[in-house]
């Protein structure tokens, strides 16, 4: 009797203990689902490092052209959804998304913005308002080539990188001040009678685009011709002044002054919208044409427009090209 109790004891013991054992087993499925679970929804392993890829930056010999190579650090590096660079570095003289005339991935025409979308967890503005951003579609190796109107040096900026559910942020290459000082040709080099023949031509090639507007040398040759004359504007003078520099490739030394030009002409679309013919009242004086644009546009009143057109012209004045 005390032998089958000894042995009953026995048994139960090990059968209590592989029910421990299965409980165990149990416990670590489930805690493998909940893992496996989290996963799919991309929570912790959405996130991303900023050191999880490389970034190798070449420059051209006259610092136009820049070569962003970047390949994943890892196998478990996501696939990037955008990367963004400071290009505020050198004050007024800094590179501006204008100054950019070109870019690729991978050899295909880039998708550039020069401003971030609301929930992507980057947050550049918080330090710089100069900045572009290079939306990617998902692959191994990204080469992103960017050419600017000019040459700049090279400098360290920041920048950010935007995968899975994370924005990080780091140093990396970028163009800091120009290796050569700007220079702007004169109003009248680009928009008086002898600008087709002086060679100013050649930078009109695809037109002179204010406000959103694209204007040809024609066009813009007829405005001067009118507002030279009996017809002077000085708000219309504004437009010639932003017309010369950034013709002349020179806009971002101005860049303050350049804006709130290109705003104003913006709203009223089209300049010659406003043309009007007046006819003297008195005396035998003959009809003539000028222009009378609204008193205030994008945000800008004539007054202020007329003193951003000023001093652009004061600067083309001390930077005028040889």
């Known amino acids: 009797m005390k032998k089958i109790l000894f042995f009953a004891l026995i048994s139960f ?5 592989n029910n421990d054992d299965l409980g165990d087993d149990n416990s670590i499925s489930q805690a493998k689902e909940l893992k496996d679970f989290s996963l799919l ?38 696939n990037l959804s955008h990367y963004i660079v400071d290009l505020g570095n050198c004050g007024e003289q800094s590179a501006t998304f204008a100054n950019i005339i070109s870019a690729t991935v991978n050899g295909e025409t880039a998708d550039l913005k020069p401003t971030e979308g609301s929930g992507t967890q980057c947050n550049p503005q918080a330090s710089t308002t100069n900045f572009v951003k290079v939306n990617f579609a ?6 992103l080539v960017i050419k600017f109107d000019r040459g700049y040096e090279i400098t360290d900026a920041d920048s950010w990188l935007k995968a899975g559910t994370s924005c990080n942020s780091g140093k990396t290459k970028a163009p800091g001040c120009p290796k050569e000082d700007y220079c702007s040709y004169s109003q009248g080099y680009f928009f008086a009678n002898g600008a087709m023949t ?16 694209s204007y040809s040398q024609t066009e813009g040759m007829v405005a001067w011709n009118i507002d030279q004359g ?14 010369a520099i950034r013709l002349s490739l020179a806009e971002a030394a101005v860049q303050e002054n350049a804006n709130i030009i290109n705003s104003y002409f913006a709203a009223i679309e089209n300049i010659f919208n406003y043309k009007t013919t007046i006819t003297p009242t008195r005396g035998n004086s003959p009809p003539y044409d000028t222009f ?12 202020e427009v007329t003193a951003a057109g000023s001093a652009i012209g004061h600067y083309i004045d001390e930077h005028h090209c040889q």
């Open 13 to 17: 013991g090990l059968f209590s203990c």
């Open 41 to 78: 929804k991309g929570n912790s392993n959405s996130s991303s490092a900023y050191s999880d890829y490389n970034i190798d930056v070449a420059v051209g010999p006259d610092g136009s052209e820049w070569t962003y190579t970047i390949t994943k650090s890892k196998t478990t590096s996501k």
């Open 138 to 143: 998902a692959a191994t190796t990204l080469v």
């Open 198 to 213: 002086n060679g100013s031509s050649v930078l009109w090639e695809g037109g002179l685009n204010i406000g959103g507007k």
């Open 230 to 243: 009996r017809g002077g504007n000085q708000t219309l003078n504004a437009f010639f002044q932003l017309g």
């Open 292 to 303: 009378i644009f609204p008193t205030s546009g994008g945000g800008y009143s004539e007054g």
